[in-house]
Protein backbone atom coordinates (compact mmCIF):
# COMPACT_ATOMS: atom_id res chain seq x y z
CA UNK A 1 0.00 0.00 0.00
CA UNK A 2 1.10 3.72 0.18
CA UNK A 3 -0.16 7.00 1.01
CA UNK A 4 0.44 10.51 -0.30
CA UNK A 5 -0.44 13.98 0.59
CA UNK A 6 0.66 17.48 -1.11
CA UNK A 7 0.11 21.32 -1.17
CA UNK A 8 0.21 24.14 -3.55
CA UNK A 9 0.45 27.98 -1.45
CA UNK A 10 1.56 31.08 -1.44
CA UNK A 11 3.63 30.78 1.24
CA UNK A 12 6.24 28.11 2.18
CA UNK A 13 4.32 24.71 2.98
CA UNK A 14 7.29 22.41 3.96
CA UNK A 15 6.21 22.20 7.71
CA UNK A 16 2.69 21.43 6.43
CA UNK A 17 3.46 18.41 4.34
CA UNK A 18 5.64 16.93 6.91
CA UNK A 19 3.13 16.72 9.13
CA UNK A 20 0.66 15.60 6.28
CA UNK A 21 2.42 12.89 4.87
CA UNK A 22 3.72 11.77 8.57
CA UNK A 23 -0.27 11.40 9.37
CA UNK A 24 -0.02 8.62 6.14
CA UNK A 25 2.13 6.83 8.42
CA UNK A 26 -0.36 3.72 8.86
CA UNK A 27 -0.26 3.20 5.41
CA UNK A 28 3.33 1.98 4.89
CA UNK A 29 6.56 0.72 6.67
CA UNK A 30 9.72 0.80 3.72
CA UNK A 31 10.28 3.76 2.25
CA UNK A 32 8.91 8.15 2.03
CA UNK A 33 10.07 10.77 0.11
CA UNK A 34 9.11 14.58 -0.20
CA UNK A 35 9.59 16.19 -3.37
CA UNK A 36 9.43 20.44 -3.47
CA UNK A 37 9.31 23.18 -5.69
CA UNK A 38 10.73 26.91 -4.76
CA UNK A 39 10.61 29.47 -7.53
CA UNK A 40 14.59 30.57 -6.98
CA UNK A 41 15.76 26.68 -6.23
CA UNK A 42 13.54 25.01 -8.73
CA UNK A 43 12.67 21.12 -7.98
CA UNK A 44 13.74 19.27 -4.86
CA UNK A 45 13.80 15.89 -3.62
CA UNK A 46 14.62 13.99 -0.08
CA UNK A 47 14.34 10.06 -0.07
CA UNK A 48 14.42 7.54 2.95
CA UNK A 49 14.13 4.20 4.58
CA UNK A 50 11.25 4.15 7.25
CA UNK A 51 11.76 -0.07 8.08
CA UNK A 52 13.35 0.85 11.48
CA UNK A 53 13.20 4.79 12.14
CA UNK A 54 9.91 6.97 11.72
CA UNK A 55 8.70 9.14 9.14
CA UNK A 56 9.31 12.17 11.76
CA UNK A 57 12.52 11.35 13.11
CA UNK A 58 13.92 10.60 9.34
CA UNK A 59 13.02 13.56 8.09
CA UNK A 60 13.40 15.78 11.24
CA UNK A 61 15.83 17.96 9.54
CA UNK A 62 14.44 18.30 6.20
CA UNK A 63 13.28 22.43 7.15
CA UNK A 64 16.73 23.43 6.87
CA UNK A 65 17.32 21.04 3.57
CA UNK A 66 13.87 22.16 1.39
CA UNK A 67 11.80 24.98 0.98
CA UNK A 68 8.60 25.27 -1.60
CA UNK A 69 5.36 26.74 -1.63
CA UNK A 70 4.48 23.45 -3.29
CA UNK A 71 5.10 20.18 -2.37
CA UNK A 72 4.58 16.08 -2.39
CA UNK A 73 5.00 13.64 -0.06
CA UNK A 74 4.32 9.70 -0.24
CA UNK A 75 4.79 6.92 2.26
CA UNK A 76 5.55 3.46 0.18
CA UNK A 77 5.57 -0.03 0.88
CA UNK A 78 7.08 -0.45 -2.36
CA UNK A 79 9.44 1.91 -4.18
CA UNK A 80 11.63 4.66 -3.27
CA UNK A 81 9.11 7.78 -4.10
CA UNK A 82 8.64 10.88 -5.50
CA UNK A 83 11.01 9.72 -8.24
CA UNK A 84 12.58 12.93 -10.50
CA UNK A 85 11.99 12.21 -14.02
CA UNK A 86 13.03 14.42 -17.18
CA UNK A 87 11.49 14.64 -20.37
CA UNK A 88 9.70 16.40 -23.37
CA UNK A 89 7.47 17.51 -20.61
CA UNK A 90 9.21 19.19 -18.78
CA UNK A 91 11.33 17.94 -15.11
CA UNK A 92 8.95 16.65 -12.84
CA UNK A 93 8.47 14.72 -9.39
CA UNK A 94 6.21 11.96 -9.31
CA UNK A 95 4.69 8.97 -6.87
CA UNK A 96 2.27 6.27 -7.68
CA UNK A 97 0.46 4.01 -5.33
CA UNK A 98 -0.99 1.02 -6.62
CA UNK A 99 0.13 -2.33 -8.05
CA UNK A 100 0.87 -3.11 -11.60
CA UNK A 101 0.87 -6.64 -13.39
CA UNK A 102 1.65 -5.57 -16.93
CA UNK A 103 4.38 -4.01 -16.63
CA UNK A 104 6.91 -6.20 -18.65
CA UNK A 105 4.71 -5.97 -21.35
CA UNK A 106 4.06 -2.77 -21.53
CA UNK A 107 8.32 -1.86 -21.53
CA UNK A 108 7.82 -4.03 -24.57
CA UNK A 109 4.90 -2.56 -26.14
CA UNK A 110 5.82 1.07 -25.55
CA UNK A 111 9.27 1.73 -24.59
CA UNK A 112 11.60 -1.54 -26.55
CA UNK A 113 11.67 0.95 -29.56
CA UNK A 114 13.27 4.19 -27.95
CA UNK A 115 16.12 2.43 -26.27
CA UNK A 116 16.10 0.31 -23.49
CA UNK A 117 13.83 0.47 -20.48
CA UNK A 118 16.20 -0.34 -17.18
CA UNK A 119 14.60 1.20 -14.15
CA UNK A 120 14.88 -1.66 -11.56
CA UNK A 121 14.20 -2.16 -7.65
CA UNK A 122 14.62 -5.54 -6.27
CA UNK A 123 15.20 -7.43 -9.30
CA UNK A 124 11.78 -5.89 -10.57
CA UNK A 125 11.17 -3.02 -12.65
CA UNK A 126 10.22 -0.05 -10.80
CA UNK A 127 6.35 0.69 -11.39
CA UNK A 128 6.89 4.79 -10.58
CA UNK A 129 9.20 5.28 -12.83
CA UNK A 130 7.65 3.28 -15.43
CA UNK A 131 4.34 4.88 -15.32
CA UNK A 132 6.49 8.36 -15.25
CA UNK A 133 8.16 6.60 -18.63
CA UNK A 134 4.87 6.04 -19.98
CA UNK A 135 3.56 9.64 -18.99
CA UNK A 136 6.53 11.34 -20.75
CA UNK A 137 5.55 9.34 -24.07
CA UNK A 138 3.13 11.99 -24.64
CA UNK A 139 2.32 16.02 -25.16
CA UNK A 140 1.33 16.91 -22.09
CA UNK A 141 0.59 15.02 -18.63
CA UNK A 142 -3.43 15.08 -18.69
CA UNK A 143 -2.72 12.58 -22.10
CA UNK A 144 0.12 10.63 -20.72
CA UNK A 145 -2.19 9.76 -17.43
CA UNK A 146 -5.02 8.64 -19.52
CA UNK A 147 -2.52 6.39 -21.21
CA UNK A 148 -1.41 4.88 -17.97
CA UNK A 149 -5.25 4.51 -17.08
CA UNK A 150 -5.99 2.79 -20.19
CA UNK A 151 -2.97 0.36 -20.68
CA UNK A 152 -1.69 -0.50 -17.11
CA UNK A 153 -3.75 -3.43 -15.93
CA UNK A 154 -3.42 -2.99 -11.92
CA UNK A 155 -4.01 0.34 -10.36
CA UNK A 156 -2.25 3.27 -10.24
CA UNK A 157 -3.40 6.76 -8.42
CA UNK A 158 -0.81 9.18 -9.20
CA UNK A 159 0.61 13.11 -7.92
CA UNK A 160 3.04 15.21 -10.13
CA UNK A 161 4.64 18.18 -8.93
CA UNK A 162 5.16 19.91 -11.54
CA UNK A 163 8.45 22.17 -13.23
CA UNK A 164 6.05 25.30 -12.29
CA UNK A 165 4.97 24.20 -8.96
CA UNK A 166 1.35 23.19 -9.93
CA UNK A 167 0.47 19.82 -8.68
CA UNK A 168 -1.69 17.50 -10.47
CA UNK A 169 -3.44 14.11 -8.63
CA UNK A 170 -5.28 11.25 -10.78
CA UNK A 171 -7.20 9.02 -9.09
CA UNK A 172 -6.72 5.48 -10.58
CA UNK A 173 -9.11 4.30 -12.65
CA UNK A 174 -11.49 2.55 -11.02
CA UNK A 175 -11.71 4.52 -7.88
CA UNK A 176 -9.92 1.51 -5.88
CA UNK A 177 -8.07 4.24 -3.69
CA UNK A 178 -9.29 7.84 -2.39
CA UNK A 179 -8.13 11.19 -3.28
CA UNK A 180 -9.19 14.09 -1.04
CA UNK A 181 -9.06 18.03 -1.86
CA UNK A 182 -8.91 20.55 0.57
CA UNK A 183 -9.06 24.16 0.16
CA UNK A 184 -7.39 26.73 2.71
CA UNK A 185 -7.07 30.97 1.84
CA UNK A 186 -3.81 30.31 1.02
CA UNK A 187 -4.05 27.23 -1.17
CA UNK A 188 -5.08 23.54 -1.64
CA UNK A 189 -4.20 19.91 -0.56
CA UNK A 190 -4.56 16.51 -1.86
CA UNK A 191 -4.47 13.54 0.15
CA UNK A 192 -5.77 10.27 0.48
CA UNK A 193 -6.85 10.66 4.19
CA UNK A 194 -8.81 13.36 4.45
CA UNK A 195 -8.14 14.20 8.29
CA UNK A 196 -4.41 15.16 7.46
CA UNK A 197 -5.37 18.03 5.52
CA UNK A 198 -7.85 19.22 8.09
CA UNK A 199 -5.61 18.87 10.91
CA UNK A 200 -3.99 21.54 8.98
CA UNK A 201 -6.61 23.94 8.78
CA UNK A 202 -7.95 22.58 5.22
CA UNK A 203 -11.46 22.14 4.16
CA UNK A 204 -12.83 19.17 2.43
CA UNK A 205 -13.39 20.79 -1.07
CA UNK A 206 -14.53 17.07 -2.79
CA UNK A 207 -13.16 13.86 -3.29
CA UNK A 208 -11.78 13.04 -6.71
CA UNK A 209 -13.98 10.85 -8.74
CA UNK A 210 -12.64 7.31 -10.35
CA UNK A 211 -10.13 8.11 -12.62
CA UNK A 212 -10.45 12.08 -12.49
CA UNK A 213 -7.64 14.22 -13.32
CA UNK A 214 -7.47 17.43 -11.57
CA UNK A 215 -4.20 20.20 -11.86
CA UNK A 216 -4.09 22.26 -8.15
CA UNK A 217 -2.72 25.78 -8.86
CA UNK A 218 -2.83 28.36 -5.84
CA UNK A 219 -6.02 29.78 -8.23
CA UNK A 220 -7.79 27.14 -8.26
CA UNK A 221 -8.55 23.63 -9.25
CA UNK A 222 -8.96 22.29 -12.32
CA UNK A 223 -10.48 19.55 -14.17
CA UNK A 224 -8.17 18.19 -17.04
CA UNK A 225 -10.40 14.37 -17.03
CA UNK A 226 -13.62 13.93 -15.63
CA UNK A 227 -14.19 11.22 -13.40
CA UNK A 228 -15.70 7.84 -15.34
CA UNK A 229 -18.80 6.46 -14.26
CA UNK A 230 -17.54 2.73 -13.19
CA UNK A 231 -15.74 2.29 -9.66
CA UNK A 232 -14.43 -0.64 -7.74
CA UNK A 233 -13.56 1.12 -4.57
CA UNK A 234 -11.31 -1.27 -1.69
CA UNK A 235 -13.83 -2.59 0.87
CA UNK A 236 -10.82 -3.94 2.69
CA UNK A 237 -9.93 -0.09 3.10
CA UNK A 238 -13.04 0.22 5.50
CA UNK A 239 -12.27 -3.13 7.48
CA UNK A 240 -8.13 -2.27 8.08
CA UNK A 241 -5.96 -0.17 5.91
CA UNK A 242 -8.17 3.21 5.99
CA UNK A 243 -7.56 5.43 9.34
CA UNK A 244 -11.12 5.40 11.79
CA UNK A 245 -11.27 9.73 11.47
CA UNK A 246 -11.72 9.56 7.47
CA UNK A 247 -14.27 9.20 5.38
CA UNK A 248 -14.46 7.40 1.75
CA UNK A 249 -17.36 7.88 -0.05
CA UNK A 250 -19.53 9.55 2.27
CA UNK A 251 -19.01 6.56 4.61
CA UNK A 252 -16.70 7.03 8.05
CA UNK A 253 -14.62 4.06 8.37
CA UNK A 254 -15.13 3.82 12.30
CA UNK A 255 -18.55 3.92 12.24
CA UNK A 256 -18.63 1.47 9.94
CA UNK A 257 -16.52 -1.01 11.96
CA UNK A 258 -19.27 -0.66 14.68
CA UNK A 259 -21.84 -1.87 12.52
CA UNK A 260 -19.99 -4.34 11.09
CA UNK A 261 -19.21 -5.65 14.66
CA UNK A 262 -22.98 -5.35 15.42
CA UNK A 263 -23.93 -7.11 12.29
CA UNK A 264 -21.34 -9.67 13.29
CA UNK A 265 -22.92 -9.89 17.17
CA UNK A 266 -26.54 -10.48 15.66
CA UNK A 267 -25.59 -13.36 13.72
CA UNK A 268 -23.69 -14.94 16.63
CA UNK A 269 -26.99 -14.66 18.34
CA UNK A 270 -29.06 -16.15 16.13
CA UNK A 271 -26.50 -18.98 16.72
CA UNK A 272 -26.50 -19.10 20.67
CA UNK A 273 -22.40 -19.24 20.42
CA UNK A 274 -21.42 -16.74 22.47
CA UNK A 275 -23.66 -17.25 25.99
CA UNK A 276 -20.51 -18.21 28.12
CA UNK A 277 -18.28 -15.41 26.87
CA UNK A 278 -17.01 -12.55 29.99
CA UNK A 279 -15.37 -10.21 27.44
CA UNK A 280 -15.35 -9.40 24.08
CA UNK A 281 -12.21 -7.80 23.17
CA UNK A 282 -10.39 -6.14 19.58
CA UNK A 283 -7.26 -7.27 18.48
CA UNK A 284 -5.97 -4.03 18.58
CA UNK A 285 -5.32 -1.78 16.68
CA UNK A 286 -8.04 -2.33 14.02
CA UNK A 287 -10.20 -5.20 15.66
CA UNK A 288 -11.26 -2.80 18.31
CA UNK A 289 -14.15 -0.86 17.10
CA UNK A 290 -15.29 -4.18 15.34
CA UNK A 291 -15.18 -5.44 19.00
CA UNK A 292 -17.16 -2.57 19.91
CA UNK A 293 -19.87 -2.60 17.84
CA UNK A 294 -19.75 -6.15 18.89
CA UNK A 295 -19.71 -5.97 22.23
CA UNK A 296 -22.87 -3.33 22.47
CA UNK A 297 -25.11 -5.17 20.01
CA UNK A 298 -24.48 -8.58 22.00
CA UNK A 299 -24.62 -6.82 25.21
CA UNK A 300 -21.47 -8.81 26.42
CA UNK A 301 -18.94 -6.08 28.35
CA UNK A 302 -15.73 -5.18 26.25
CA UNK A 303 -12.37 -5.20 27.77
CA UNK A 304 -8.95 -4.26 26.84
CA UNK A 305 -7.16 -8.04 27.67
CA UNK A 306 -4.08 -7.81 26.82
CA UNK A 307 -2.35 -3.54 25.67
CA UNK A 308 0.08 -3.13 22.56
CA UNK A 309 3.40 -1.15 23.82
CA UNK A 310 4.02 1.21 21.14
CA UNK A 311 5.79 3.56 22.57
CA UNK A 312 9.50 2.14 21.07
CA UNK A 313 7.86 -0.54 18.95
CA UNK A 314 5.48 0.80 16.44
CA UNK A 315 4.45 -0.01 13.28
CA UNK A 316 6.78 1.87 11.53
CA UNK A 317 9.39 -0.63 12.83
CA UNK A 318 7.89 -3.35 11.04
CA UNK A 319 11.00 -6.06 10.20
CA UNK A 320 10.92 -7.70 6.48
CA UNK A 321 11.38 -10.90 7.90
CA UNK A 322 8.10 -12.45 9.21
CA UNK A 323 10.13 -14.59 11.79
CA UNK A 324 11.27 -11.12 13.24
CA UNK A 325 7.74 -10.06 13.15
CA UNK A 326 5.88 -12.42 14.95
CA UNK A 327 8.74 -11.88 17.80
CA UNK A 328 8.15 -8.43 17.78
CA UNK A 329 4.54 -9.11 17.76
CA UNK A 330 4.50 -11.10 20.93
CA UNK A 331 6.80 -8.41 22.57
CA UNK A 332 4.16 -6.14 21.94
CA UNK A 333 1.78 -7.78 24.04
CA UNK A 334 1.30 -6.69 27.86
CA UNK A 335 -1.76 -9.02 29.39
CA UNK A 336 -3.80 -7.33 32.12
CA UNK A 337 -4.25 -11.01 34.05
CA UNK A 338 -7.29 -10.13 35.68
CA UNK A 339 -9.09 -9.94 32.46
CA UNK A 340 -7.51 -13.27 31.11
CA UNK A 341 -7.09 -15.46 33.79
CA UNK A 342 -9.50 -18.23 33.85
CA UNK A 343 -11.74 -16.12 31.13
CA UNK A 344 -13.77 -17.36 28.12
CA UNK A 345 -12.81 -14.08 25.45
CA UNK A 346 -14.37 -13.29 22.45
CA UNK A 347 -11.93 -11.55 20.30
CA UNK A 348 -11.99 -10.08 16.92
CA UNK A 349 -10.10 -9.03 14.42
CA UNK A 350 -9.71 -6.53 11.90
CA UNK A 351 -9.16 -9.71 9.42
CA UNK A 352 -6.84 -13.38 9.25
CA UNK A 353 -4.29 -13.37 6.17
CA UNK A 354 -1.69 -15.89 7.06
CA UNK A 355 -2.83 -16.83 10.67
CA UNK A 356 1.03 -16.59 11.79
CA UNK A 357 0.82 -13.59 14.61
CA UNK A 358 -2.75 -14.97 14.99
CA UNK A 359 -1.50 -18.35 16.36
CA UNK A 360 1.31 -16.28 18.50
CA UNK A 361 -1.51 -14.44 19.78
CA UNK A 362 -3.89 -17.00 21.13
CA UNK A 363 -0.63 -18.96 22.76
CA UNK A 364 -0.08 -15.99 24.15
CA UNK A 365 -3.33 -15.46 25.56
CA UNK A 366 -3.59 -19.17 27.07
CA UNK A 367 -0.23 -19.15 28.53
CA UNK A 368 -1.14 -15.84 30.15
CA UNK A 369 -4.18 -18.03 31.96
CA UNK A 370 -7.44 -18.12 29.13
CA UNK A 371 -10.03 -21.12 29.82
CA UNK A 372 -11.13 -20.48 26.08
CA UNK A 373 -10.59 -18.03 23.48
CA UNK A 374 -13.02 -17.68 20.73
CA UNK A 375 -12.44 -15.64 17.22
CA UNK A 376 -14.37 -13.74 14.82
CA UNK A 377 -12.67 -11.87 11.87
CA UNK A 378 -14.30 -8.36 10.89
CA UNK A 379 -14.16 -9.75 6.85
CA UNK A 380 -14.36 -13.21 4.91
CA UNK A 381 -11.63 -15.37 4.44
CA UNK A 382 -9.23 -13.91 2.41
CA UNK A 383 -8.65 -16.34 -0.31
CA UNK A 384 -6.77 -14.48 -3.42
CA UNK A 385 -3.49 -12.08 -3.11
CA UNK A 386 -4.46 -8.60 -4.03
CA UNK A 387 -3.40 -7.36 -7.01
CA UNK A 388 -4.76 -4.29 -7.28
CA UNK A 389 -3.20 -2.38 -4.20
CA UNK A 390 0.09 -5.18 -3.17
CA UNK A 391 -1.09 -5.01 0.60
CA UNK A 392 0.09 -8.31 1.16
CA UNK A 393 4.13 -8.51 1.57
CA UNK A 394 3.62 -12.57 -0.56
CA UNK A 395 3.13 -12.72 -3.78
CA UNK A 396 2.64 -16.35 -2.70
CA UNK A 397 -1.28 -17.53 -2.35
CA UNK A 398 -0.02 -20.52 -0.15
CA UNK A 399 0.75 -17.92 2.44
CA UNK A 400 -2.82 -17.48 3.12
CA UNK A 401 -3.47 -19.74 5.84
CA UNK A 402 -7.33 -20.61 4.50
CA UNK A 403 -5.87 -21.05 1.05
CA UNK A 404 -3.45 -23.80 3.19
CA UNK A 405 -6.14 -25.38 4.86
CA UNK A 406 -8.36 -25.51 2.19
CA UNK A 407 -5.48 -27.83 0.31
CA UNK A 408 -5.10 -29.91 3.57
CA UNK A 409 -9.20 -30.52 3.19
CA UNK A 410 -9.26 -31.35 -0.61
CA UNK A 411 -6.13 -30.50 -2.40
CA UNK A 412 -6.25 -28.92 -5.76
CA UNK A 413 -9.98 -29.54 -5.75
CA UNK A 414 -11.01 -27.17 -3.46
CA UNK A 415 -9.55 -24.48 -5.52
CA UNK A 416 -12.71 -24.88 -7.20
CA UNK A 417 -15.03 -24.20 -4.58
CA UNK A 418 -14.02 -21.26 -3.15
CA UNK A 419 -17.77 -19.82 -3.50
CA UNK A 420 -18.70 -22.42 -0.57
CA UNK A 421 -15.08 -21.82 1.26
CA UNK A 422 -15.73 -18.31 1.62
CA UNK A 423 -19.73 -18.65 2.93
CA UNK A 424 -19.87 -20.46 6.59
CA UNK A 425 -23.07 -21.65 5.63
CA UNK A 426 -22.03 -24.26 3.20
CA UNK A 427 -20.57 -27.57 4.43
CA UNK A 428 -17.46 -26.80 3.12
CA UNK A 429 -17.67 -23.55 4.84
CA UNK A 430 -18.25 -25.09 7.89
CA UNK A 431 -15.27 -27.46 7.52
CA UNK A 432 -12.98 -24.75 6.68
CA UNK A 433 -13.65 -22.63 10.17
CA UNK A 434 -13.91 -25.69 12.23
CA UNK A 435 -10.37 -27.12 10.73
CA UNK A 436 -8.78 -23.42 11.33
CA UNK A 437 -10.43 -23.21 14.87
CA UNK A 438 -8.52 -26.79 15.57
CA UNK A 439 -4.95 -25.52 14.09
CA UNK A 440 -4.88 -22.00 15.90
CA UNK A 441 -6.56 -23.90 19.39
CA UNK A 442 -9.74 -21.69 19.02
CA UNK A 443 -12.66 -22.50 20.84
CA UNK A 444 -14.73 -21.18 17.73
CA UNK A 445 -13.85 -19.32 14.86
CA UNK A 446 -16.18 -17.47 12.43
CA UNK A 447 -16.00 -14.61 9.64
CA UNK A 448 -18.18 -11.92 8.77
CA UNK A 449 -19.82 -12.77 5.56
CA UNK A 450 -19.39 -11.03 2.30
CA UNK A 451 -23.04 -9.54 2.09
CA UNK A 452 -22.21 -8.37 6.17
CA UNK A 453 -19.27 -6.15 5.33
CA UNK A 454 -21.50 -4.93 1.98
CA UNK A 455 -24.13 -3.96 4.34
CA UNK A 456 -21.56 -2.71 6.86
CA UNK A 457 -20.28 -0.31 4.14
CA UNK A 458 -23.34 0.42 2.65
CA UNK A 459 -22.81 1.82 -0.61
CA UNK A 460 -23.88 0.17 -4.04
CA UNK A 461 -22.21 -3.07 -3.77
CA UNK A 462 -20.92 -2.82 -7.58
CA UNK A 463 -18.80 0.13 -6.57
CA UNK A 464 -16.86 -1.79 -4.03
CA UNK A 465 -13.83 -4.15 -5.07
CA UNK A 466 -14.20 -7.58 -3.08
CA UNK A 467 -11.53 -9.71 -5.13
CA UNK A 468 -9.27 -10.71 -2.07
CA UNK A 469 -12.19 -12.43 -0.75
CA UNK A 470 -14.07 -13.68 -3.98
CA UNK A 471 -11.27 -13.61 -6.82
CA UNK A 472 -13.61 -11.84 -8.95
CA UNK A 473 -12.85 -8.60 -10.48
Known amino acids: MGGYFGIVSRHDCMEDVFFGTDYHSHLGTRRAGIAAYDAGIGLQREIHSIETTPFRARFKDIFEEMQGTSAIGCISDMYPQPLLIRSKLGTFALCVTGAVNNAEQLVKTYLADG ?31 RLVQAVVDGTASILILTGDGSIIAARDKMGRLPIWIGQREDGYSVSFEPFAHQKLGFED ?129 IPVPALIQGKNLLFVDDSIVRGTQLRETVEFLYESGARCVHMRSACPPILFNCKYLNFSRSNNEMDLIARRIIMELEGEEGFHHMTEYCDGNTERGKKLRQAMADKLHLGSLDFQSLEGVIEAIGIDPCKLCTYCWTGKE
Open 115 to 145: GHFDAMTGGAINVTELIGALISLNNDFAEGI
Open 205 to 333: LRELGPGEIVKLTTDGVTTLSPAGKEMRMCAFLWSYYGYSTSSYEGVNVELMRYRNGALMAQQDNLKDTVADVDYVCGMPDSGTPHAIGYANASHLPFARAYIKYTPSWSRSFTPSKQSDRNRIAKMKQ
